[in-house]
């Protein structure tokens, strides 16, 4: 029989009636070369169930079968992982997750509901799915947004969901919002902005949730939560205007404005107070936070820190390397950037990425970088990876080193990453019980 991709590729496939569509799936995609691939019968079918036989499903011999490739997202929780196929076409089938169970490891309970997802969100503890019916399902720690029941009835026409560390925030079609999760957030200080949150476009968290700030359509900003760690942003409120983006450090927020101008509040030695670098603060681009200390890229691609020094605050000792800077990615303590050239240069607490001289002169032509707690990984434009920092927080991949080739993405938890290899497998490592360990469903990631 002849499979064909959009694309115009296309492949004589030989297999007897009586073979299964699982074999014709497994065929193609090593064919093809790709990992996820939905089959479409010439009559429009999708062939969707691994056990039925060709003549079943009325594919005969010279028959033709289209091969839609699709696309495969990863999300993370702070323990768990789910892999989510197709949400950028026609919606995605199913979901597959492991790690923590009580963290969103385990979605068995709500399987048979993840049908056509259109987007997975993650909080630290717990994941939520928006349907193609603008519905949403979730799973994982009740106390983290793993439990919608309460709100159930008001989770219609969802246009997208956001997250904090432990709750969700739904945004609907008419532009309201829908919380829950953690009910000491969203029962109590925040009702008090409830009302303000109307038109929400992004939202940020600080650590364990303590303070919150909200982006709306017109620019402006909402802060709930711990006054002293970012809740109270009265005191730079006429700067929060035509604000763009807000990042979220430990105790502190980052606004940029549409004049690449940069407002901080909060605590002010972790980050809520950026008056001794305020001058050069300007045409900044990308803002990015570690535990306790800002990082922004400029214009011209240098770098301007402040915040605690051992958390990344003090970048001194490397600024004569951080030109012509593209990406900067933070651990809880550390930073590491990516120049134009494709090399890194790392800064911060060395137990969490801080230095990767060990691994210096693997550090070329780097494509990506993702982060732990304490790791960083890097994807390299041949599709290698290369890690560095806590080796139980995933800074060292050497037990699966071989496998890491042609990798297309890298995700993390708290404590481990996986990687998306261009066949469709997933090789993880780290801590094991944090999603490390994809043993379990290494199996379902081969039928699909």
């Known amino acids: ?75 993370a929780s702070h323990n768990a992982f789910a892999m989510s196929f197709a949400m950028w076409c026609s919606g995605g089938d199913r979901v ?25 969100q993650a909080t630290w503890g717990a994941f939520a799915a928006i349907l193609a019916d603008g519905s949403v399902v979730t799973w994982g720690n009740p106390d983290a947004g793993g439990d919608c029941s309460l709100v159930q009835d008001q989770l219609k026409n969802v246009h997208q969901v956001q997250s904090t560390r432990r709750a969700f925030v739904a945004i609907l079609a008419d532009g309201s919002v829908v919380t829950w999760g953690n009910q000491l957030l969203f029962r109590g200080v925040s009702f008090a902005v409830k009302d303000q949150l109307r038109n929400l476009r992004q939202i940020q968290a600080t650590d364990a949730d303590i303070a919150l700030a909200g982006i709306l359509a017109d620019g402006s900003v909402v802060t709930w939560g711990n006054p002293y760690a970012g809740g109270d942003s009265t005191a730079v409120e006429d700067q929060l205007k035509h604000v763009q983006q807000v990042q979220a450090a430990g105790r502190a927020f980052a606004a940029i404005r549409t004049d690449r101008s940069v407002v901080t509040w909060g605590i002010p030695h972790v980050g809520g107070d950026s008056s001794a670098v305020q001058d050069q603060l300007k045409h900044v681009q990308q803002v990015q936070a570690s535990g306790f200390a800002f990082a922004v890229i400029c214009q011209e691609g240098s770098v301007v820190t402040w915040g605690r020094p051992d958390a990344g605050g003090d970048s001194s000792a490397v600024q004569d390397q951080l030109k012509n800077v593209q990406q900067v990615q933070a651990t809880c303590g550390a930073f590491a950037a990516i120049l134009a050239d494709g090399s890194v240069v790392t800064w911060g607490n060395p137990d969490a990425g801080g230095n990767c001289s060990l691994v210096q002169d693997q550090l070329k032509n780097v494509h990506q970088v993702q982060s732990t707690r304490r790791a960083f990984a890097a994807i390299l434009a041949d599709g290698s990876v290369v890690t560095w920092g806590n080796r139980e927080y995933g800074g060292d991949s050497s037990s699966v080193q071989d496998r890491l080739k042609n990798v297309q993405q890298v995700q993390a938890t708290w404590d481990a990453f996986a990687a998306i290899l261009a066949d469709g497998s997933v090789v993880t490592w780290g801590n094991p019980d944090a999603g490390g360990d994809s043993s379990t469903v290494q199996g379902l990631l081969i039928s699909l």
């Not at 070369?33 to 056990?51: A, E, K, N, Y």
């Not at 597959?96 to 997975?120: E, F, I, M, P, Y």
């Open 1 to 75: 029989m002849n499979v064909f991709l959009p694309s115009g590729q296309n492949q004589s496939l030989l297999l007897s009636q009586s073979s299964k569509v699982g074999d014709l799936r497994i065929l193609a995609q090593q064919s093809f070369r790709r990992g996820f691939l939905r089959l479409i019968s010439f009559d429009g079918r999708q062939l969707t169930d691994p056990v039925e036989s060709l003549e079943a499903a009325g594919i005969l011999d010279g028959g033709h079968v289209t091969a839609v490739a699709l696309e495969a997202k990863v999300v």
């Open 96 to 120: 597959l997750t492991w790690g923590s169970r009580v963290a969103g490891g385990d979605s068995s309970s709500v399987q048979h509901r993840l049908r056509n997802v259109q987007q997975v």
